[in-house]
């Protein structure tokens, strides 16, 4: 998908995400050279990260975000505990009741 075809949803998602991560950055008084340097990407690569371009790898951000001691927060973001919706989903398709087999009942 290219930048003209990506959802302004997502557009304003990785806009904020690079905003938030330009901010972490600087709080942690690291420059953008070192940044880049500790994550093996170059310098043009981080700044459009902190813009949030679409067109920058996945393992790029998480390169940043490691460096950044944020790491964590990736390994959460699809975690199905954090899933609410697919919960919801999951349980409306539970069965109403379970039946136990004859065969099962006599193994008791």
Same mark, same amino acid.
């Given at each position: 998908m290219d930048a003209k075809n990506t959802p302004? @949803?997502?557009?304003?998602? !990785?806009? *904020? =995400?690079g905003q938030d991560l330009?901010?972490?950055? *600087?709080? +942690?008084?690291?420059?953008?050279e070192l940044a880049a340097k500790r994550a093996a990407?170059? +310098?043009a690569t981080l700044t459009k990260i902190?813009? $949030?371009?679409? $067109?920058?790898s !996945? $393992?790029?951000? %998480? *390169?940043?975000? =490691?460096? !950044? $001691?944020?790491?964590e927060r !990736?390994?959460?973001l699809a975690d199905p505990t954090f899933d609410t919706l697919g919960m919801g989903l999951? %349980?409306?398709?539970? @069965?109403? +009741?379970? +039946?136990i087999s004859r065969k099962e009942k006599g193994e008791e």
């Open positions: 302004l @949803p997502v557009k304003r998602a !990785l806009k *904020k =995400f330009r901010d972490a950055r *600087k709080r +942690r008084r690291i420059t953008m990407i170059s +310098r902190e813009k $949030g371009d679409d $067109g920058v !996945l $393992g790029a951000y %998480a *390169k940043i975000l =490691f460096v !950044l $001691g944020m790491i !990736l390994v959460e999951e %349980a409306d398709n539970l @069965p109403k +009741r379970i +039946r």
